[in-house]
């Protein structure tokens, strides 16, 4: 607690959501059961960060500071964790890979019509790319070495301020040309027991139960490290 007032880590805002019918007032539930899909069930809860993420990025940008603030989103399984993730890529809550897909972002409901989605970039080539990233710790049981390395590549890539340009052009010293960062939102289920600590992280939603004092503090110290 003291590295609080000693301005060593971030000082954290708890926040309990209450999510109000707009015609009737009534409160909803903030977790949607019996929902088809993840994006359903936690819908209340996902819209509220991502307002508060838009919040944070609008405050960064008056400052005129260039650091990307990261939405982080902590998932009950993987499931809902891909369900989640691809609302937020293609616009359909799916638990299926799709890689070949191209994104098309998160329209916001309280935006206007005609508003630019949310958590999609275009590279110097004119492709589209999503900045949301699913990563778990733990995969590397189901995944080949090669892509094992591309999991440990994305998991450094996200605190870093310049990342290789996904359209993969080189420089004319034949090495990676590097664009600012593009990420937006990181989806995991399993980040806390690995010290993985981005100093980006701005907003976290737990959708999991954190139902112990070591849970807790794992999740929020995902978020503690200072931006600066």
């Known amino acids: 607690k003291d590295a609080i007032p000693d301005g060593i880590v971030?000082?954290?805002?708890?926040?309990?959501?209450?999510?109000?019918?707009?015609?009737?007032?009534?409160?909803?539930?903030?977790?949607?059961?019996?929902?088809?899909?993840?994006?359903?069930?936690y819908k209340n809860i996902l819209i509220t960060g991502i307002e508060r993420w838009k919040k944070v990025r609008r405050q960064l940008e008056e400052e005129g500071d260039t650091r990307k603030p990261i939405l982080f989103v902590l998932c009950d399984n993987r499931t809902e964790a891909k369900e989640i993730a691809n609302y937020l890529r293609f616009g359909e809550p799916t638990a299926i890979d799709t890689p070949e897909r191209l994104p098309v972002g998160f329209r916001d409901p309280r935006e206007p019509e005609g508003a630019d989605p949310l958590f999609l970039f275009k590279d110097a080539a004119g492709d589209l790319h999503s900045t949301v990233l699913e990563i778990h710790i733990g995969e590397k049981e189901d995944k080949s070495e090669s892509e094992w390395e591309k999991v440990r590549n994305a998991v450094n890539a996200i605190d870093h301020d310049m990342v290789a340009d996904p359209s993969k052009r080189k420089g004319d010293d034949g090495r990676p040309l590097m664009i600012p960062n593009p990420y937006n939102v990181?989806?995991?289920?399993?980040?806390?027991?690995?010290?993985?600590d981005v100093r980006n992280v701005k907003v976290i939603v737990p959708l999991r139960p954190c139902d112990s004092?070591?849970?807790?503090?794992?999740?929020?110290?995902?978020g503690l490290r200072k931006m600066h």
């Open 10 to 41: 971030k000082k954290p805002i708890l926040e309990r959501v209450e999510v109000k019918n707009a015609a009737t007032g009534a409160v909803e539930p903030a977790v949607r059961a019996g929902q088809a899909n993840a994006w359903e069930k």
């Open 186 to 196: 990181v989806i995991s289920v399993m980040m806390l027991k690995e010290g993985w």
């Open 213 to 222: 004092r070591t849970l807790t503090e794992q999740t929020l110290g995902r």
